[in-house]
């Protein structure tokens, strides 16, 4: 099948959705993170193709909070951390938070990047935001106005450029990896910044979402757990 050939190309690691979920709870138990004492929260895009992966979390950690926006850029901030750690279960000596973060592309039937079919809707694309934006670079012509009527675009627009090289057009696969890397370190800037390890210990697992002809896969990326303050790296 070309889907799976262009996936093993492209990535060489990936899971079925459910899989992944299942690995990094399993591989918490020696940590004692338990469905219990940890609450889990996602950094996903908005896109409804894109949240069955919310009820997988569900499944193994309970109702996991929301940080989701376009193109799964953390945009929650401090008070967006700061809520979602308060919620966290009080029946431990220390509290335990499971970061779950990832950026999105779609893979046809044919291997072609960006492309999928949506309920009603035989051509579609993913992640929408981001081939936006690819086709503004494409064309060589970017707003980057703070838009108060677009304000997650106009976002992802400036925090993307930080991370290009200046004349640089990515293809659609090297800007989810980009697009992930800008996750992962705004959410690891904002959990330096309010998680305090000395109370509590987290986890964060980090990976593009793919959307296949059938299903969802997760090629796993960066994934670490941080107990008292020290962190291991998980290999998933």
Known sequence: ???????NKLFGKFYKEDDFIKVTFEKLK?????????????CLCRDEICQPVIEQIRKVWGEAFNFASLAGLF???KTGMKAFISHAPAIADR?????????HVAIDENGIAGVCKRKGLESSHACGALCNFHGELLNGKLNLKLDEDDMEMSF????????IKFGEVPD??????????????????????VVDSKKADYAVFSGIQVHGPEENYI?????YVSVNGRKKKLEI
Do not use: C, W
Not at 173 to 193: A, H, P, R
């Open 219 to 223: 090629v796993p990326d960066d994934s």
């Open 30 to 42: 020696k940590y004692d993170f338990t469905y219990e004492n940890a609450i889990a929260s996602v």
């Open 75 to 77: 945009t929650a901030g």
């Open 156 to 163: 992802l627009r400036r925090r993307m450029l930080r991370e």
């Open 95 to 103: 509290e335990h938070y499971v970061f779950y973060a990832f950026s």
């Open 172 to 193: 659609l696969i090297s800007l989810t990896k980009t697009n992930l890397y800008v996750i992962l370190s705004d959410l690891e800037q904002i959990i330096k910044t």
């Open 1 to 7: 099948m070309k889907f799976e050939k262009t996936l």
